[in-house]
């Protein structure tokens, strides 16, 4: 089991969720494509803080629960509790992180400020 994070955090990007990880499991994806493919449109580019949205490494998480509800915008699901029209962020959260190398990983992690 793993938390993942939906489509509410596109164009919101809220790092309360982050802020509670004891692990620090969450990974910033600065992709267009998201807000693109899913209707939420704002301005930028690939690579801007503002496009994109945050992910969390299956292989990471510890299954806390503790960044589902500290997330404003209910984005955050146990992935067996993911509403049918979320699904494929399962996958989403997957693809981003669990490819990536140690110094990818470190580049896109956020942690506790």
């Known amino acids: 089991m793993t938390y993942v994070i939906t489509k509410p955090c596109l164009g919101t990007k809220d790092r309360s969720c982050v802020e509670v990880c004891p692990v620090d499991c969450f990974y910033d994806i600065r992709k267009k494509k998201y807000n693109s493919q899913y209707g939420v449109e704002i301005s930028g580019d690939d690579g801007d803080e503002t496009v994109g949205l945050l992910v969390i490494h299956p292989d990471e998480c510890i299954n806390c629960g503790a960044c589902e509800t500290e997330c404003p915008v209910e984005a955050i699901y146990e992935d067996s509790a ?19 190398g140690e110094e990818d990983l470190d580049g896109l992690r956020c942690t506790a400020k």
């Open 82 to 100: 993911v509403p049918e029209d979320f699904k494929e962020f399962i996958k989403i959260n997957e693809e981003e992180t669990v490819s990536l």
